[in-house]
């Protein structure tokens, strides 16, 4: 009986790192190419937002972050949201509750653009 048991050890602990290989795969590949996070932050730096195009669940809270030493002004392209000038160091938040495409830029310097994407 105890040879039995022995030999089960190693197969099960094959088994489990298999299982964890597997999950770290599926996440990896999920999120390739565009960020994905439950609650998200895009930095506003060298006027640019990064990151450029933000993948997220609905529901999820995204906070812009000034790092520039100039104002940024975030706004979507439609209206939907738009944030007051923001200094050095100062933030702006947004939570998505619909699924969708949301575009935005900095007011202020129109060529800086960005995208959410909010799976549902």
């Known amino acids: 009986m105890t040879q039995s048991y022995a030999r089960l050890i190693p197969a099960c602990g094959a088994r489990v790192s298999f299982a964890l290989l597997l999950a770290m795969a599926v996440f990896l590949s999920a999120s390739r190419g565009h960020a994905l996070a439950a609650d998200a932050e895009i930095k506003i730096a060298n006027f640019t937002f990064e990151p450029p195009v933000l993948t997220v669940k609905v529901g999820t809270t995204v906070t812009w972050v000034n790092d520039d030493d100039i104002p940024h002004l975030v706004a979507e392209k439609d209206g939907k ?22 575009e935005y830029f900095c007011v202020l310097h129109p060529h800086m653009t960005g995208k959410i994407v909010v799976e549902p």
Do not use: H, P, Q
């Not at 949201?81 to 949301?102: C, H, Q, V, Y």
């Open 81 to 102: 949201f738009r944030s007051s000038a923001l200094d050095t160091n100062e933030t702006f938040s947004e939570t998505f509750k619909d699924a969708g495409t949301i």
